[in-house]
């Protein structure tokens, strides 16, 4: 598994308590196997990512690629090692995104 940053660890677990608070275990589970399901695709070939969400583009950031798992989008960098640094739900509601 791949390690996560501090902000990315507040990420998960900000959305981990907010499923908590709604009583919904499946999404919290959902949640864990994409994180899961983004590692593994990191780890096989890390330049695959996007320079940013395709609904985002405002998110591209240099030295930052992007993968989605699930209903989230996982933000990872290569250098200087293999990092989770951003996730969010696919349907949150971020400036900039294109409809």
Avoid: C, Q
């Avoid at 275990?25 to 940013?52: C, F, H, K, T, V």
């Avoid at 960098?77 to 969010?88: D, E």
């Amino acid at each position: 598994m791949i390690p996560y940053s501090r902000r990315a660890a507040l990420h998960i677990t900000a959305l981990l308590d907010h499923y908590s608070e709604l009583d919904r275990p499946e999404a919290m589970r959902n949640l864990l196997a994409a994180m899961r399901e983004a590692s593994a695709m990191i780890e096989e070939d890390p330049s695959a990512g996007l320079p940013a969400p395709r609904p985002y583009p405002a998110l591209a950031r240099p030295g930052r690629l992007w993968v989605k798992a699930g209903r989230y989008w996982i933000g990872y960098r290569r250098r200087p090692s293999l990092g989770i640094v951003a996730v969010f739900y696919d349907a949150a509601d971020i400036p900039g995104r294109i409809e």
